[in-house]
């Protein structure tokens, strides 16, 4: 049973255009959600997160967006740079943020074309 | 700054075997958790550990085990080893008060034959 979804497994997208990378849960006591990002052989690495009290939260380029009443998560990055391209994977979990029992989607693999 | 560090990168075994995989966090930090992550699956919660006391653990069977020590250093167990155990393990540290926000070693590979 997926409770984190990312039906996209993969995106291309122009240098300098918008890239979307969307998320949806089914867990309505999901409160904290999180977006990472993977390069080939490293580590997951932590790129932004929300909590259920706010819509949007942003940090430099990267813009998370969400949607209680439809359970969805996005990420924006505006401009996308080559840099960019790895493997997005969003995290949701239902303690408030208290503990690092994270619930992670598939993953979605971004390639941003120069 | 030292990252998370993980050993052995890579290992073989075979099935029935057993197999314990090793985590440093980043220093300061004293919370580790540990991920399964698969091609099918993604990344799945196994544990984690805050000062030496096991704080959450994931839907695996009791095969899959772990501690940490005194100096926040965790390990992970997995007893009689299964073909589907085959998967990329990931540890994670992070600093209390910045929960979620996980700092991940690049992993350990387990193949089992």
């Known amino acids: 049973d997926q409770q984190v979804k990312q039906n996209s497994p993969s995106l291309s997208v122009q240098e300098g255009r918008i890239s979307i990378l969307n998320c949806d849960y089914t867990n309505s006591m999901f409160d904290y959600f999180l977006w990472y990002k993977k390069y080939p052989a490293e580590g997951p690495t932590f790129l932004i997160s929300?909590?259920?009290?706010?819509d949007k939260n942003e940090d430099g380029r990267f813009t998370v967006f969400l949607n209680k009443s439809a359970k969805h998560l996005s990420l924006h990055i505006v401009p996308s740079q080559p840099g960019d391209s790895a493997v997005y994977f969003c995290a949701a979990s239902e303690y408030g943020g208290a503990t690092n029992k994270l619930i992670f989607g598939t993953g979605t693999l971004l390639a941003v074309q120069p | 700054k030292a990252g998370v560090t993980q050993t052995p990168r890579y290992l073989i075994k075979t099935r029935g075997q057993q197999v314990t995989l090793s985590c440093s966090p980043i220093s300061g930090h004293r919370s580790v958790s540990w991920y399964q992550q698969t091609p099918g699956q993604g990344l799945q919660f196994l544990f984690e550990?805050?000062?030496?006391?096991?704080?959450n653990k994931g839907n695996f069977p009791g095969r899959f085990s772990g501690r940490q020590f005194s100096n926040s250093r965790s390990e992970m167990n997995v007893s009689t080893l299964e073909l589907g155990d085959s998967a990329l393990y990931l540890c994670?540290?992070?600093?209390?008060?910045?929960?979620?926000?996980?700092?991940f070693g690049e992993g350990s590979r387990l193949t089992v034959l």
């Open positions: 929300i909590s259920s009290i706010k």
């Open positions: 994670a540290s992070s600093l209390e008060g910045r929960v979620g926000e996980l700092f």
């Open positions: 550990y805050f000062s030496e006391t096991q704080r």
